[in-house]
């Protein structure tokens, strides 16, 4: 298998540690995200125009048996787990419980949720209670449950790669390619220099104009950020009164900014490769 396929274990691992990695030193040394480093692959037809090669990749992680350690609470005190009911064994997250691998010119792995179908509460961090002046008091953000479920990917795992001129990205031509990939450059340029406001409502209003370019076309955008909007609304209501809570907010949002540059960076790759196809086929 082309090792620039395989999605690596070692990401996965990052992202689950990422979205529980809350305070000032989150928010002072954020580690990033690595960028797809995927590579389709293309065969001639008996004309001589590229066709992709048919992808089907059996996932190196589970082998193929769909479940894998959970993340979660493998190694974890929590005392509930939504995703395994602490039995340990979930869906692999690495094929999203599939066996095998999303094929990158059609979906990916949710990058709100990567691939578990769940975000934590922003408030207890999973673990369904807090600790207030040494009192242990009930999460009433995720009624005590820790985890909400991903309102991105509704729970799927995977949600679909960008259209472009209505076209899903592999089959567009070069014009739909130029023009989805110059749109999403400049939403991109717009998105790394952008940070959160202490203000959580101008910081939603902010990020909702920033992506709105690409919304139609990726469809994941709106319940992404409706998902955030629900983390955001239990720590406005549950936290307000509580330290950290600037931190809290702000943790979010930039988990959002960060996810949201790696779903792009996927977009813009797989709109390169299929542009360079494209664009041999038109000379052939």
């Known amino acids: 298998m ?9 990401l996965v691992v990052l992202l689950a540690l990422l979205s529980a990695f809350v305070g000032l030193a989150a928010l002072q040394a954020r580690p990033k995200i690595p960028p797809p480093t995927f590579e389709r692959e293309t065969e001639a037809d008996a004309t001589g125009q590229k ?62 949720c990567w691939g578990s179908s769940w975000t934590l509460c922003g408030m207890c961090n999973s673990f369904g209670f807090m600790n207030i002046d040494s009192n242990k008091v009930k999460c009433a953000a995720c009624k005590e449950k820790g985890l909400l479920k991903c309102l991105a990917c509704n729970g799927t795992r995977r949600v679909e790669t960008m259209k ?11 014009k739909e390619l130029k023009a989805g990939l110059e749109k999403l450059k400049a939403v991109m340029a717009e998105l790394e220099k952008w940070e959160p406001d202490p203000n959580p409502s101008k ?28 983390v955001i609304k239990g720590i406005k209501i549950n936290g307000a009164s509580l330290s950290g809570y600037e931190d ?8 959002f900014k960060d996810r949201t540059v790696f779903l792009l960076q996927h977009q813009m790759r797989a709109a390169e490769q299929s542009l360079a196809r494209a664009e041999a086929n038109e000379t052939k």
């Not at 082309?2 to 070692?10: D, E, K, L, Q």
């Not at 809290?248 to 988990?255: E, M, S």
């Open 2 to 10: 082309n090792a620039r396929i395989r999605p690596s274990f070692a």
């Open 51 to 112: 066709q992709w090669k048919k992808f089907d990749v059996d996932c190196p992680e589970c082998k193929g048996s769909k479940m894998g350690t959970c993340l979660h609470c493998d190694k974890s005190e929590v005392t509930i787990c939504n995703e395994c009911n602490l039995t340990k064994r979930a869906p692999c997250r690495v094929c999203t419980g599939k066996g095998k691998l999303a094929d990158p010119l059609v979906e990916l792995n949710c990058a709100y």
């Open 248 to 255: 809290r907010l702000i943790h979010q949002y930039l988990l």
């Open 203 to 230: 910081s939603a209003k902010s990020l909702e104009k920033l992506l709105s370019p690409l919304a139609k076309d990726l469809k994941v955008i709106e319940p992404a950020l409706a998902g955030l909007e629900e």
């Open 164 to 174: 472009f001129g209505k076209k899903p990205v592999g089959e567009a031509g070069v």
